[in-house]
DNA sequence: CGTATACTTGCATTATGACGCAAGTACGAA
DNA sequence: TTCGTACTTGCGTCATAATGCAAGTATACG
């Protein structure tokens, strides 16, 4: 494939060889974790409470089975949305509210980075690297 | 369920009640559309190239078939990630980056609020309004 | 009109994931 | 040590979705 180094790729095929920040933090693990209705369900009822809760609490905002409840919360945890604290026979579960702020934030950025991008680029800009992954 | 107006919820059963911004901001369809590793791949090729693309260009970023392509991009404009213009027997796909970058900063504007409003609310805050959906 | 191009749609296959139930583990209390 | 609580894990079922191939549609071009 024809490397493109310091120009702004012509080409989404040319495009697939170039790294920028975008594809680091277009990450489907995290969207994954946000894509079930059920998951954001117990999500935003954590993020609103506000305070650390366990599964039992949790399991009480939806009609799911507690089973279900901690397999979600696991996975949330897994994603880094939320974290998880073991106290006893009970786990507290928080929202990282920082974490995921911040890479969503950081994912909005990159986004624009890529906008703004063609005018750096013709401008002399950073170039595009290969693709190493 | 008791109704919690004017506090904040002491549990997550009772910040279900409660409707907030992170409730319309937390959407598993946008999420859904970002959570497969290829459309994720289609995606940042387009955002890279920065130009509109037609479907043929992209499909040449990966191996899939060409109908399958299809069907991402026309799944990702309908999560509103991309815009289709048609122009012909062509379809032009491009990234929507204002929208996208707006919509991830106001969930995680809506993420943050969840921390502040403890202070906020118990200094009299705007309250806790009631689920409607 | 016929043909090529650009894409879409139907369909079968396969993979992934959500769910509930039941059983299992881990810990605390009596 | 026996029981109850809090959660996790195994497993079968069902639903959703990703994929490729083949056929279909729509448009341009000669």
């Known amino acids: 494939m024809t490397q493109v180094r310091n120009r702004r790729p012509t080409s989404p ?7 920028r920040p975008i594809d680091d933090r277009l ?14 369900l117990l999500l935003a009822c954590l993020a609103k409470c506000g305070r650390p809760s366990t599964v039992s609490e949790v ?5 799911v089975d507690l089973s ?14 939320l974290d998880a604290r073991k106290e006893g026979r009970t786990v507290w579960y928080h ?8 890479r969503l ?6 986004i624009e980075e890529c906008v703004q991008t063609r005018a ?6 950073t170039g595009c ?3 190493t992954r």
Not at 95 to 102: A, D, G, K, L, T
Request: charged share 25%.
């Open 95 to 102: 929202v990282r509210y920082e974490e995921i702020s911040q």
């Open 105 to 110: 934030r950081a994912l909005a950025d990159a």
């Open 59 to 63: 399991a009480e905002c939806c009609a």
């Open 13 to 19: 095929k040319q495009a697939a060889a170039c790294c």
């Open 129 to 131: 690297c290969p693709k």
């Open 27 to 40: 990450d489907p693990g995290l969207f994954k974790a946000l894509s079930d209705p059920t998951r954001v």
């Open 68 to 81: 279900v409840v901690s397999r979600h919360l696991a996975l949330l945890a897994d994603a880094g949305v």
């Open 120 to 125: 750096r680029r013709s401008a002399g800009g």
